[in-house]
């Protein structure tokens, strides 16, 4: 090898550490973010809450607004959600009055380079929202139509239809609306199981949630009156409803 030949290689080689290190560096920590190009929100999202007596902040109840103060913010950070919209469960949830209007948390007109403290405010500013929300389905025709407030969380915007949209139901899923009394049916078989399913969704369609994630805060709890073969049920029924019939996946990772 001659000295030019070596030369040209170890400029080579030089230069290719020079751009491995230039790379390690436009690239920021564990958030895949290029130096110099801010992270920025991007996710849609949806809380939807159940209005119902069962959700009383007490013995009896799911506690449904302190399920919502633990529950909310930190689900907003974690999925990185942009938008956040609101849908109540009431006793006829699909067409209820309650509304509250969409909120941004990560606006683009905000110019400014710290919006790590923007969207620690504007998810403040969501939480009260929420709390309108939650306010007004008890308040309004108090019930317990999860299924209707599903349809609600199916109605809202969504700027990216192709990806997840993230939806926290805050309720115990005990579905109670002027048509369908799910503490009515029997639910040890599956031909019974199949029979109630048919009766929920006759005459209502199913909502349209492509690729949606579902996450149950409050699932089958009402200060204990549940025991434990009929949460084995519900959770067998709403499992054939949302992941077979209405397609979406279930996640209860954010806990009772």
Known sequence: MTRATRARR???????????????????CGTGEVFGEEERLSADCAVVLDGSG??????????????LNATLVPFLADKKCKYLSYAPITSASAASSCQVARTDIDPDAYTRSDREKLWDQTREIAKTAADKML???RERQPGSDVFGGLERAADVPREKTDATFHV???SDFDQADPDFR????????????????????????????????????????????????????????????????VKVDV?????A
């Open 182 to 245: 799910l503490s009515k049916y029997q639910l040890e078989t599956q031909a019974q199981r199949d029979t109630a399913v048919e009766e929920l969704v006759t005459g209502r369609g199913l909502p349209d949630l492509p690729h949606t994630t579902v996450y149950r805060v409050g699932f089958a709890m009402r200060g204990g009156k549940t025991n434990p073969e009929r949460v084995e049920q519900m959770e067998q029924f709403w499992q054939q409803v949302l992941e077979k019939e």
């Open 251 to 255: 996640d209860d990772g954010y806990g």
């Open 168 to 170: 926290l139901v805050i």
């Open 10 to 28: 170890d400029g080579r080689g030089r230069l290719a550490a020079v751009l491995g290190t230039a790379g390690l560096l436009l690239t920021a």
């Open 54 to 67: 069962s959700g009383n902040d007490d013995a009896g109840g799911f506690r449904a607004q302190e399920k």
């Open 135 to 137: 306010k007004c389905a």
